[in-house]
């Protein structure tokens, strides 16, 4: 694949600093805003922390019938201000019915409806970025939603047996769910959803994209992974899956053929499906220590795809925002997800994260409740980010631990999450200087779980030697890994002057 078709996104070189008896740490290239986002359904623009928005718009159907065509007025307001993520399936893969319709649109016309449809889509969408290119925002188009759920297996799989068609594919030759039951990542239908609809949609936005620079191409996006996808094999099918182009079925001694009289997305015709991307996409992979952004980006982002970054277009989730629990999942994921893209020097080109029911759950408890107390700390459309790993520890309780320095190095957050299950009451933490020297450090404490907590004040003290501090704050109740995180806001000042060999401070 030449690189014309597919703009590479370039790689930004962290800023690597270097701090007394500390390892080294990285700097975020831009503003934490770049790197955040929400999906919504309606209206785009309120909360300062997120530079992105996720949508399915248009919304008027999800079946082989879509709209093909996009208000202007309504793709400014959202390329004016936001990076844009669209998320189009073609169909609702939940609904037998839906499926039967797209699946037999595709088998009579050949995909072009739907190509048609894709292409228009994607050509409003360049258009959109050109007329607001002053701010430089981007449209991506996202294969689909979470196809590897399990009613896809059930869906397209009573389709196929209605049809007399092969399973699994003869591309995707994993016998995974013969029975046809709602069953997650079923690696046997891929080679439909890939040839049916992935591969037409790919086709299109190629089509639309074949004379644009790279700031107004409409980047493609794979459809989503979970862990499960990306553990047990469906992620690796999925990218590995080489495109047939044509229709396949089977003959009357039930071999599989190709058709090639019935083509599908031939111009794709012996390209593997990895090498089509210009990112990956996953929901709900935020776990301890990050074991599974690290997994993705080690697996899949070293040459074994076109894609040069991975977008996490879901983090948080409606059934966290309903328990309470939008406010905790924003605080866990946070951490989590910076810690692995600063430590990689990833820029927001490469890298985002969009959070799904953000604003959902009670008052004091959701996920903009959480963003937007850290906001009104450290701006994000103004502050870029340090990693200081390695700050904090405690003598007695097991501890997951993040720390982050604002570009002025007076500000620091600190997140701190269990590290085991089983109850343990935290009532200090320990943090290195590491460059701090100011004896005068406020501190702000906010425990997010399952209700909603006041933030509350902390006591910062300097230890003699002037090589760490220790902040207590009114106790905390750690429960078990994932049900709590605590967030420790520190405002210090001067702590960013330069210091002269004979260490005295330079003075303005």
């Known amino acids: 694949m030449s690189s014309s078709r597919h703009p590479r996104i370039a790689r930004v ?49 999800n079946n082989a019938a879509i709209s093909s065509s996009i208000d202007p007025e309504r793709l400014d307001e959202v390329l004016a201000q936001h990076d844009w993520v669209h998320l ?25 409806a739907w190509r048609a449809n894709v292409q228009q889509l994607a050509v409003a969408m360049i ?20 196809i590897y759920a399990g009613q896809p297996g059930m869906t397209i799989g009573t389709w196929l047996t209605a049809n007399n068609l092969p399973y699994p594919h003869p591309n995707s030759p994993f016998n995974d769910n013969p029975s046809h039951v709602e069953r997650a990542n079923d690696r046997g239908i891929i080679g439909y959803q890939v040839e049916y609809q992935m591969a037409l949609a790919i086709e299109a936005i190629l089509a639309a994209n074949a004379n644009e620079p790279d700031a107004t191409r409409v980047l493609i996006m ?15 099918a999925l990218m590995d899956y080489e495109i047939v182009g044509y229709e396949v079925e089977l003959n009357s001694t039930g071999q599989a053929f190709a058709n090639y009289a019935k083509p599908l997305a031939s111009s794709l015709a012996g390209q593997r499906f990895g090498d089509l991307l210009d990112l990956l996409n996953v929901h709900y992979v935020i776990n301890a220590n990050g074991e599974t952004i690290r997994t993705v980006w080690d697996t899949w982002l070293n040459g074994s795809t076109s894609a040069q970054g991975v977008f996490h277009t879901e983090e948080g989730g409606v059934r966290a925002a309903s328990e309470g629990r939008g406010g905790l999942a924003a605080m866990s994921s946070f951490p989590r997800i910076m810690d692995v893209w600063l430590s990689r020097g990833l820029a927001p080109s490469q890298v985002r994260s969009i959070f799904y029911a953000s604003g959902d759950g009670p008052i004091g408890t959701r996920g903009v409740d959480a963003l937007n107390a850290l906001h009104a700390f450290m701006p994000a459309d103004r502050t870029a980010l340090l990693r200081k790993p390695g ?3 405690h003598p007695d309780v097991a501890i997951e631990t993040y720390a982050f320095e604002s570009d002025n190095a007076n500000q620091r957050a600190l997140f701190v999450l269990p590290a085991a299950n089983g109850a343990a009451t935290l009532e200090h933490i320990d943090m290195l200087a590491a460059g701090w020297r100011n004896t005068l450090v406020d501190a702000s404490v906010h425990l997010w779980n399952d209700s909603a907590n006041a933030m509350q004040s902390g006591i910062v003290t300097r ?23 605590l967030v420790i806001l520190l405002q210090s000042s001067d702590e960013g002057l330069p210091i002269f060999a004979d260490g005295f401070e330079a003075l303005p």
């Open 391 to 393: 700050l904090l520890s």
């Open 88 to 112: 189009q399936d073609g169909y609702n893969y939940r609904q037998q019915t839906d499926v039967d319709a797209f699946f037999n649109a595709v088998r009579t016309d050949h995909g072009a």
């Open 463 to 485: 230890s003699q030697d002037g090589l760490r501090y220790r902040i207590d704050f009114p106790a905390v109740n750690f429960t078990g890994i994932n049900n709590e995180a």
């Open 222 to 236: 794979a459809p989503a992974a979970t862990v499960s996808s990306v553990n047990g094999g469906w992620l690796q």
């Open 127 to 146: 258009n959109g970025m050109r007329r607001n290119s002053a701010g430089g925002h981007r449209a991506y188009w996202e294969l689909g939603n979470e």
């Open 13 to 61: 070189v962290a800023l690597t600093l270097f701090a007394i008896c500390m390892a080294p740490v990285l700097a975020q290239s831009a503003p934490w805003q770049q790197y955040f986002g929400a999906n919504t359904a309606a209206g785009f623009s309120t909360e300062v922390w997120r530079t992105t928005v996720r949508t399915g718009y248009p919304r008027d159907a």
